[in-house]
């Protein structure tokens, strides 16, 4: 007997509808599942709705992950079948917006496809959605972390700018550890600070114990370089969580006057 999956609702981190919305994708998710059964494992994308607009189709879609893991989408090519199975329309889209898509969770989304010159969308047909793969996908097990220690009285417009440059760097992979420069600036001592975002995608607490960071201008000349260290961690950042570490160079560290900061790199060594 197949083990099928009753998908649930998931609308994204930080997304929000109306209630009445909401109900709207419900009722359409539960269609799709009694319709379309998931088998546990898989994934698939449904339609739920397609307009021609303007010289593009515009299609409301469902995607549901039956898989035991998290799911990221960064490329995926879409084929439009009609009822014939002949193909109408394919084009490969980047959903790295979208967001992580939850183990057993469907998330609606709306996409628009370019309609060739002379090609119309006949609505009397009936038309379904597949993946073509015959083309390269980029599809990976994720994690969707959040900043954790974030001050409860942090200004919203310094909260929303840390959430921005988080959800702008590369989907967290599972199992990744990854450090990103938030801010490179100096103080009124003129010593360099160094404010970093530090994403743990791993299913453990991650201990920093030790991290040496040199700095490089425009032309790789080195201006900066310092090993930061403490036996007890310099930081300790929870499983699947994200957290901001701010790291001041000792003047003796610091080489040469005050350069552009904005054109500099950082490396980890």
């Given at each position: 007997m197949e083990n099928n999956?009753?998908?649930?609702?998931?609308l994204g981190s930080g997304e929000s509808v109306s209630a009445?919305?909401?109900?709207?994708?419900?009722?359409?998710?539960k269609e799709i599942n009694e319709k379309h059964p998931l088998k546990e494992g898989s994934m698939d994308i449904q339609a739920t709705y397609f307009v021609e607009n303007e010289g593009a189709l515009e299609v409301g879609m469902v995607i549901r992950n039956g898989s035991k893991v998290d799911m990221s989408i960064e490329k995926?090519?879409?084929?439009?079948?009609?009822?014939?199975?002949?193909?109408?329309?394919c084009q490969i889209f980047n959903l790295k917006d979208m967001g992580v898509i939850p183990s057993g969770t469907g998330r609606p989304i709306d996409l628009k496809f370019d309609l060739p010159e002379g090609s119309r969308f006949d609505s009397s047909k009936q038309y379904s959605l597949s993946l073509d793969v015959g083309k390269k996908m980029k599809m990976f097990?994720?994690?969707?972390?959040?900043?954790?220690?974030?001050?409860?009285r942090t200004p919203f417009e310094l909260e929303k700018d840390v959430r921005d440059f988080e959800k702008a760097?590369?989907?967290?992979?599972?199992?990744?550890?990854?450090?990103?420069?938030?801010?490179?600036?100096y103080n009124r001592n003129r010593e360099i600070t160094c404010m970093l975002l530090i994403r743990n995608g791993r299913l453990s607490e991650a201990n920093l114990k030790k991290l040496p960071i040199s700095i490089f201008d425009e032309n790789d000349k080195l201006i900066a370089r310092n090993v930061f260290a403490n036996e007890e961690g310099l930081t300790k950042?929870?499983?699947?969580?994200?957290k901001l570490l701010s790291l001041k160079f000792p003047p003796e560290s610091v080489f040469g006057g005050i350069v552009d900061l904005d054109k500099c790199r950082v490396e980890f060594k």
């Open positions: 999956l009753d998908i649930e609702l998931s009445l919305k909401k109900t709207v994708y419900e009722e359409e998710l995926i090519p879409i084929v439009i079948k009609d009822e014939s199975g002949e193909e109408f329309l097990s994720s994690v969707d972390t959040k900043v954790s220690n974030l001050p409860d760097l590369p989907t967290l992979k599972t199992n990744e550890f990854v450090m990103s420069v938030y801010k490179l600036g950042v929870d499983a699947e969580s994200s």
